[in-house]
């Protein structure tokens, strides 16, 4: 298995200077942005489904165990302020629950039934749409979890890091992210896990523009909660009408800081309408 093969350019990383070993990691990355390029087809289709299943009201699911669960949880977590959706529709499921976020819970991805109980908790309905992650492929939780959901009738996909893989093969679309082996063998939070957060960034990115919750490269729908994403608010306001900062900041204080309503007063069309 690729990820847990010995990296013939590392076998002296106990040997090397601070200095040759960041070198050789920043070096490896590059199989990291060959992977990328490889699966563009196939990231680009699963941010097509994401879009049609969060416009038809469906939730994006995200499963993953250990490093892949935390990094299923980041993206999920970041939806909501970067563009003013419900927290309930992109969610992230790891192993061992939520102690997991915070403290690895090793043995918890071999427990299928756990995760069959944990989307049963969440009802999945046809409309959702599932992404379930495993640098290995074969994580027990992990692809138990996609079997039961596609059981359900819901669409899924599967990214793994090595190939011919059961989560590869049992998901609607598969998407082999080959990263290779890893500088500290086995270490998958290296490559195999930047690759996988990379993939999650586009998918969940590109799902939200073509949902209408972007006009040109900003932000529109943005909450404004803190004094830093606010003068963000007054910024896009500046760059999409002919308001100066200090009117825009106006508008947004009068009309409750909510940006794509006072987008709408002084720009029109703003986009598609978003659905929360």
């Not at 200077?17 to 920043?26: F, G, H, K, P, T």
């Not at 941010?47 to 949880?73: D, H, N, P, W």
């Not at 690895?104 to 749409?129: C, F, G, P």
């Not at 932000?219 to 100066?244: F, G, P, Y």
Request: aromatic share 4%.
């Amino acid at each position: 298995m690729g990820t847990e093969s010995r990296n013939p350019r590392s076998y002296g990383l106990d040997r090397m200077s601070a200095r040759e070993i960041v070198r050789l990691m920043d070096e490896e990355e590059v199989a990291v942005m060959r992977a990328m390029k490889l699966a563009e087809p196939e990231i680009a289709l699963v941010a097509e489904k994401v879009s049609q299943a969060y416009l038809a009201g469906g939730r994006i699911v995200y499963v993953g165990a250990g490093t892949s669960g935390r990094i299923a949880l980041m993206d999920a977590a970041e939806m909501p302020p970067t563009f003013g959706i419900d927290s309930e529709r992109f969610i992230g499921v790891v192993s061992g629950g939520d102690t997991a976020a915070s403290r690895s819970i090793e043995d918890a991805e071999d427990d299928e039934y756990a995760a069959i109980i944990t989307l049963n908790n969440l009802k999945l309905e046809r409309r959702d749409v599932l992404i379930a992650l495993a640098a290995s492929g074969r994580t027990p939780y992990v692809v138990a979890a996609v079997r039961h959901a596609r059981q359900k009738g819901v669409w899924t996909c599967g990214i793994a890091n090595n190939r011919g893989t059961p989560l590869l093969e049992t998901a609607d679309l598969g998407i082999l992210l080959d990263t290779g082996p890893e500088v500290l063998t086995g270490s998958t939070r290296l490559k195999a896990a930047t690759a996988q957060k990379l993939a999650l960034n586009r998918i969940s990115t590109a799902a939200m523009v073509l949902s209408g919750k972007v006009v040109e490269n900003l932000m529109v729908d943005v909450k404004a909660k803190n004094q830093k994403l606010k003068e963000r608010c007054a910024r896009i306001v500046t760059e999409l009408s002919t308001k100066t900062f200090d009117e825009a900041w106006d508008l947004l204080e009068a009309h409750d800081w909510n940006l794509r309503r006072v987008l709408q007063m002084v720009r029109s069309p703003v986009g598609a309408p978003s659905r929360s």
